[in-house]
C-alpha cells in the first residue's frame, strides 16, 4: 500500500501568496509563492492520485501576520477546515493563553496534538496522539508541541501550563499506539529539526518524523537509525510529499520531494475567494506606502538580520538611544527592494509591542549575548532555545561559536568602543526576548509601539545600505 502524506509547518497565519527568497548559487531571487490555496491545490492533485494521503500541519499556524493576530486566530480556523488536515501541534499557537487555544481547537474539524503540554493539575491540556486508517494501515500519530512555549506566552499565561520537552513520555505513547493496533508510527513535532534529530537517535519505534520549528528547508529527509525526518520551511511557501510503500506492517521504502508553491501551482479558486473576503478588512495595509528600501530585507541569516536592522534602528530613534536589542525571530515574510507598506511594518512584528528602555551594565551585555549564543547554538540540541542569535544594534561582537558555553566572545564593542564592564548603558528593546526580565534596571515602557517606531523613523530618515548592512555578530 502506497501512503502519501502532505506536510507543511511554521505558515505563520501567511493566508495567502507573498514574498519569498529562493537560494540561486550565491544569489537570492524573490519568486511570490505560499497561500493556502495554492497548498489545497497541490493536496487536491496528490489526493486526486492516492485517496490514502493524509495532511498534517507542524504548527505555528494561529499567529505571524497581522490579521491572524489582531483576531486572535479567529480568522484562520474556517480557511484551516477546508484543507482535509488530519492533525496539528504547536508553538505560538499558544501566544493568546491556553483558553483561547482550546477554543480555536474546538472550531477546528481536526485535533490539536500534544504529549507535553500539562494544565497544573498534572493533566494533559492536549490529545496526545491520532489513530488513523488508511488502506487498512493503522498510523498512530504522537504529536509533541514546542518545549519553549512558556518563552513565548505572555506571562500571565505561562502559569497555566507546565511544559516538558516530551522525550520522557514519547516512548510510553510509542508502546501505547503499537497496543493499540498502530502499524506505522509517526511524530509530528514542534521541538525544532536539532532537537528531533536528538529524540529519534535515542528513542527507536518512529516510523516518520515530521519535524516543524526550526524553518529547515530540506530538500531531502534526514535519516536517522532508518527513520526519514523531513521539515519543509516557512511561510507555506514549501509544501513536502513523502510518499511511504507500506507492506508487512513497514515501511519498505519512501520517496520524497519538496514542492514550492510558487507561480507554477494553481490556486483553488473557492479557497482563494474565501481568504480574499476574511482578509478584506485588512487590504488597505498594502495600500500605505511609508519608505523604500535599496535591499531585500529578510530574516534568513541566523547571525544577522536586515529585515531585523529596520526595527532596532527605529526603536534605537524612537528612544533616542545608541543601543537596541530585539529577539532573533525567524517568522516574516522578505520585504523585496522597493516599496516598504505598511503591512511589511506589521510582517516583521505583528504583535506590535511597546518599546521599552533600561539600563544595562557592559558585564549584563556581554552575559546576556552569551547566554544567547549558547540558547542558539548549544551542544546539546534540547538546550538549543528560541529562534536565531538575538538581533543587535549599536553592537559588534566577535565570536568563535566552535567555543564552550560562555567562552565565545572575543572581543565586545559597545557604540564602536571596547565595552567597559562597569559602564551602564541606556538600551532600547522590544519584548523580554530582546532584553530578559533578570537584567538591567530602571526598566520603562516608552508610550509608542514598534510598529509606530518604524513609521517615524522611515519618515524623518533613509533607510541606508549603512543601516540595512550593519553586522553585530561577526565570527573569527
Known sequence: MKLSIVYFNDVHGYLQEHPEIFFQGPAEVIKTAGGYSRILSFIKSIRNENPNT???????????????????????????????????????????????????????NYPVLGINVYKKDGQLLLPPFL??????????????????????????????????????????????????????????????FPQDCALISKIE??????????????????????????????????????????????????????????????????LDKQIAKAIEAFNHLKDEDLGVTSQNLHRYNTLNGKMDNLLLASIAHAADTKIAFSNGWRYGSPVPAGTITLNDLYNI?????????????????????????????????????????????????????????GQRIQQLFIDKQPVDKERSYTVAFVTKQGVPENVGTNRKDLDIKAVDAMQRFLVENLLTDEIINTTAFVTV
Not at 499556524?61 to 496539528?88: C, D, R, S
Not at 510529499?241 to 519498505?252: R, S, T
Open 54 to 108: 493524509l495532511v498534517f500541519d507542524g504548527g505555528d499556524t494561529f499567529h505571524g501576520t497581522y490579521p491572524v493576530v489582531q483576531t486572535k486566530g479567529e480568522i484562520i480556523v474556517p480557511i484551516l477546515n477546508e484543507i482535509g488536515i488530519a492533525a496539528m501541534v504547536g508553538h505560538w499557537d499558544f501566544a493568546y493563553g491556553s483558553e483561547q487555544l482550546e477554543h480555536l481547537a474546538a472550531g477546528l
Open 131 to 192: 489513530m488513523k486508517q488508511a488502506g487498512g494501515v493503522t498510523i498512530g500519530v504522537i504529536g509533541i508541541c514546542s518545549n519553549i512555549i512558556n518563552n513565548t506566552i505572555p506571562s500571565r499565561f505561562s502559569e497555566e501550563l507546565i511544559i516538558t520537552d516530551g522525550k520522557e513520555e514519547l516512548p510510553q505513547y510509542i508502546k501505547e499506539v503499537r497496543e493499540k493496533g498502530a502499524d506505522i508510527v509517526m511524530l509530528l513535532s514542534h521541538n525544532g
Open 205 to 270: 519505534g518512529i516510523d516518520v518524523c515530521l519535524s516543524a520549528h526550526t524553518h529547515n528547508r530540506l530538500h531531502q529527509p534526514a535519516v536517522i537509525n532508518n527513520t526519514p525526518i523531513i521539515q519543509c520551511g516557512c511561510h507555506g511557501s514549501f509544501v513536502g510529499h513523502l510518499e511511504l510503500n507500506i507492506a508487512g506492517k513497514k515501511v519498505l521504502e519512501y520517496s520524497y520531494r519538496l514542492v514550492p508553491m510558487d507561480e507554477t501551482v494553481e490556486k483553488d479558486e473557492a
Open 349 to 405: 512584528i505583528p504583535i506590535n509591542p511597546p518599546v521599552s528602555t533600561t539600563e544595562l551594565s557592559g558585564k549584563e551585555i556581554k552575559g546576556m549575548l552569551e547566554e544567547n549564543i549558547e540558547r542558539t547554538f548549544a551542544c546539546d540540541a534540547f538546550h538549543q532555545m528560541g529562534g536565531y542569535l538575538k538581533r543587535c544594534f549599536g553592537v559588534t561582537a566577535y565570536i568563535k561559536l566552535e567555543n564552550p558555553k
